[in-house]
């Protein structure tokens, strides 16, 4: 299957993108020396665990649109300005405002008993007092698409499927699905709300918040997650065969629109300054708890490459562009309205990623590049390997807040970190700086800033073109 997609890659670059033959794509023995000095460099380095700390420490939760908002940015702006970026600058990112404001769920009957639930982000509030309702439950997001509407009418569904945790997070896209879609189709079938199993691997009474997403001018319901523990709970009495009836008090909701940003800092290159390698993280994150791993670190890591990369003695090449994105929660607001901005510059735009999932190590780096680009990426893998970093497929690469970008023809890689243990604090309150471990936050750094050097000095390009296809995106892609 991968050959064939190579294939298929090589043919669609050959006749869209690539109409002449073209030279491989080389890195010089000089940057690759310079890049193992960056990368010894970095593990040495405290500018990124700085970066986080200062960020949850003097700024903590950064809900979209909330009162930490212009804060954080204001915060990042400074930041990036110390770390030596000669360019520092906003753009503008607007979108409909939520807030929390309260929540909480009890099981009224058969036995009574209070639950950790917290509602999800662009859920309606529930009508002051609360409502109250039979649950009826679902294995997970595939048995509520085969539910008839007969059995759902008027009640509260309860989607009971648990995160498997594993190292490439792969247990996250079927858990989220229920999370993110799994609201709106309740609420056409005519449930009057929507409880989960929060998306998450720990045994914490933490639930774990996250968006769901209405479609404009469709049925909305509430939503909210319950922590794993009381997920056990209801199940226990649901398997006792009498009715359980919930109470779920929401106050929280969509509140007109919100005008942040991106803030974009650059080490302005010195051959081929519009020519750009973008880094970065999202700079946005839930409520719960400070956004340490979720995604300060990302930010972070981006920061810290780019510093390192600033203060080399000759400035790159090309331009190093370090984006702290906002507002990715709620569905890559700040990432869409970077390709928007940039959809011009697509083929400027040489190579790119995003780090957003926690601070552990990357134990792997796929690419999403042209052919005659694998031979520099294999020349790549000789900096990053002694890192334990192995070379996944090329083909389709999931960018983060780089995939519209990635889909309107953006070369990018992907770097994987381990994300074992991710999932037992995503967008929980347990989401705080102690998760973050200061030697696998700098093994991060260092493969971000010698990559991004290479590519900022690399003889050729990487393949982005205006409307390049690199190869179809997975099936099992998740949000
Ligand atoms: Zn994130």
Redesign the pocket.
Known sequence: MKDLLFCVAAVTCMSISCAHSEEPTRLSAEALAIAVQLREQALEDSTAYDFVAGLTTEIGPRLAGGDNDLRAREWVIARFKALGFDRVWTEPVSYAKWVRRGESAAIVAPYPARLAVSALGGSPGTAKGGLRGTIVKFDDFKALQAADAASVKGKIVYIAYRLRAARDGSGYAPASAGRTNGPALAAKLGAKALVLRSAGSDSNRLPHTGVTEFEPGGAKIPAAALSNPDADLLERMLAGGKPVTLQLDLDCGTEGTYTGANVIGQVTGSERPDEVIAIGG?LDSWDPGTGAI??GA?VAIAAGAGHLISALAQKPRRSVRIIAFAN??SGDIGGIAYAVAHKADVGAHILGAES?FGAGRIWRLSSQVKPEALGAIDQMMQVLAPLGIERGHNGHAEGGDFDSMGSAGMALLELNQDGTHYFDWHHTANDTLDKIDAKDLNQNVAAYAAFAYLAAQADGTFGSAPGAVFAPPPATAGQ
């Open positions: 999202h979720d995604d990302g990715e929660e957003d």
